[in-house]
């Protein structure tokens, strides 16, 4: 009985003499593994340092320092929530491991959770009052908690530009962050810079592609852009991802009822029916303020509809609305122009074609410059069809009978009792009926006229020609005519 409990006593002593060797051989290969680790490490090489980390974690998965070197080298591969995971069951294993808290801390830094950061940070410095790197990363922590507080505020303001700002410097601090990134494209979207937010949006997708916030954003850039039918597209695949995404799913709704409401616009417009076309642009403009390429369009579709109902200035107004929206909208530009021209506001046509010419530099809208600065120089003489009173396309007849009533209204015998201030206007604006009717009844010199030519040129200085002896030989030469008083103020024209 005693040899038995001996034997069996000596089995025992030999298993766990065995064990012991055993465990010792395993630790002595895992502090290999840790060592050759190191030396990876140390080159940089962080793939090959993995590697033997997690051997060695294979061999001893009790040791807290071999979890906290493998969730470095995940760090500075970029992997922060592997690394989380990693410095996470370091800190389990051993609590009074600080390295262990400062890269748990660390990696809760960089994926955006600062408060969580916070509470890492604080527990190194129980553990170290006097470590300096847990002192500096728990100011970054609070920092960028200031960080969210400001970008929250000033989202709410649309002061987008701010938040920018505030989520450039909070990156900085947490590089892995996905929603500080989504947070900054849907401000760079709201501000235009859509290459911008498409590239961190498209950045995001390319790790995740199922990330229902990155597919908002790229469906906005393009909402915003006017691509409307593809924008639809990402907020359904958003909305499938997350289907509570409240972002996703109003800017869905909005770009389906402008698309409907713009293409009914359209239709009518058309069809010719320019009231019902006004109103359904108008409805449209009401949908989603924040959309300024297809409001630019829907203003300047509404300002051609008011040039069809000859609503000019109206139509002026809604041109000027869509090029303060977008300053590179040329329709916008040349609806404006020919409106200007339409009105005679010819200075401002001009104008209008040479931010058009200076932006597209073709023969069409050289042209069109041209010959808005036509009319601006024809507009600056005097306007002889104005003066007689008839149309420019008037008939020869037309100009003689209104020649022969504005001359008699003005000839100075006619106003010979009035005061010489009312003489001497009478006189001007007879002289100036003179001078219309030898330009307007002489072919070559209407043709000249009409083309915007001077007629100073080839002998046609108009201070040379009397109006009375125009007036003479329209009227039948000396003799042929004279006013006399019928009474005062009242006047009989007599014809010999």
Same mark, same amino acid.
């Given at each position: ?35 050759q680790g ?9 793939n ?9 974690i ?12 493998? +969730?470095?080298? $995940?760090? &500075?591969? @970029?992997?922060?929530? /592997? *690394?989380?995971?990693? %410095?996470?069951?370091?800190? #389990?294993? =051993? ?13 809760h ?55 920018v ?14 929603r500080?990134?989504?947070l900054? +494209?849907?401000? $760079?979207? &709201?501000l @235009?810079r859509?290459p /911008? *937010?498409?590239?961190? %949006?498209?950045?995001?997708? #390319?790790? =995740? ?7 908002y ?11 409307i ?19 996703a799913?109003?800017?869905c ?10 293409e ?20 449209a ?11 630019a ?17 109206? %139509?002026?107004e ?10 590179t ?6 609806r ?27 023969k069409?809208?050289k ?7 036509l ?11 104005k003066?007689?009173g ?9 100009i003689k009978?209104?020649y022969?009533?504005?001359?008699l ?28 009717f ?19 040129e ?38 010999g």
């Amino acid at each position: 009985m005693t040899t038995g409990k001996t034997i069996a006593l000596t089995r025992r002593t030999f298993v766990g003499k065995v064990m012991s060797l055993l465990l010792n051989m395993q630790s002595r290969e895992a502090e290999s593994f840790k060592e050759q680790g190191n030396a990876y490490y140390a080159k940089k090489d962080y793939n090959e340092a993995y590697n033997y980390y997690t051997k060695a974690i294979d061999m001893c998965p009790k040791n807290a320092s071999y979890y906290g070197n493998r +969730a470095a080298t $995940l760090m &500075m591969l @970029g992997k922060f929530r /592997e *690394a989380l995971g990693d %410095a996470q069951q370091s800190v #389990r294993l =051993d609590d009074t491991f600080v390295r262990g808290h400062l890269r748990e801390g660390k990696c809760h830094l960089s994926l955006g959770n600062a408060m969580a950061a916070c509470r890492s940070f604080q527990r190194a410095l129980e553990l170290d009052h006097k470590n300096a790197q847990a002192q500096q990363e728990f100011k970054n922590a609070n920092a960028v908690i200031e960080y969210e507080k400001i970008a929250e505020t000033d989202f709410e303001k649309r002061d987008f530009r701010k938040v920018v700002f505030c989520m450039d410097r909070a990156l900085e601090y947490a590089p892995a962050c996905h929603r500080f990134k989504i947070l900054k +494209a849907e401000c $760079l979207a &709201m501000l @235009g810079r859509y290459p /911008e *937010a498409q590239s961190v %949006a498209s950045d995001i997708l #390319r790790m =995740d592609s199922t990330n229902a916030d990155a597919l908002y954003v790229r469906g906005l850039c393009l909402y915003y852009e006017d691509c409307i039918e593809k924008a639809v597209q990402f907020f359904v695949q958003a909305l499938r991802m997350a289907p509570d995404h409240e972002k996703a799913c109003v800017a869905c709704r909005n770009a389906k009822a402008l698309k409907a409401k713009k293409e009914d616009g359209n239709k009518a417009f058309k069809e010719g029916n320019y009231k019902l076309a006004y109103e359904l642009y108008t409805e449209a403009l009401g949908i989603d303020p924040n959309n300024i390429k297809t409001n630019a369009k829907l203003y300047c579709n509404r300002g051609t509809v008011n040039s069809k109902l000859r609503k000019l200035d109206d %139509a002026i107004e809604d041109c000027t609305n869509a090029v303060k929206l977008d300053d590179t909208y040329i329709k916008a530009y040349l609806r404006r122009a020919q409106c200007y021209l339409d009105t005679e506001q010819y200075e401002e046509a001009v104008r209008d074609y040479e931010k058009v010419y200076q932006t597209e530099k073709t023969k069409e809208h050289k042209q069109l410059l041209k010959n808005a600065q036509l009319e601006l120089k024809k507009s600056k003489r005097k306007d002889y069809y104005k003066i007689l009173g008839v149309d420019k396309n008037a008939s020869e007849d037309e100009i003689k009978k209104a020649y022969r009533k504005r001359a008699l209204m003005h000839h100075p015998d006619r106003h010979s009792g009035a005061s010489a201030e009312v003489q001497k206007e009478e006189e001007k604006k007879f002289k100036e009926v003179g001078e219309a009717f030898t330009i307007l009844s002489d072919p070559k010199k209407k043709t000249r006229y009409d083309s915007g030519q001077d007629l100073d040129e080839e002998g046609m200085n108009m201070g040379d020609f009397d109006a009375n002896n125009i007036f003479k030989a329209f009227f039948g030469g000396p003799g042929g005519f004279s006013f006399e008083a019928s009474g005062p103020g009242n006047f009989f024209f007599q014809f010999g």
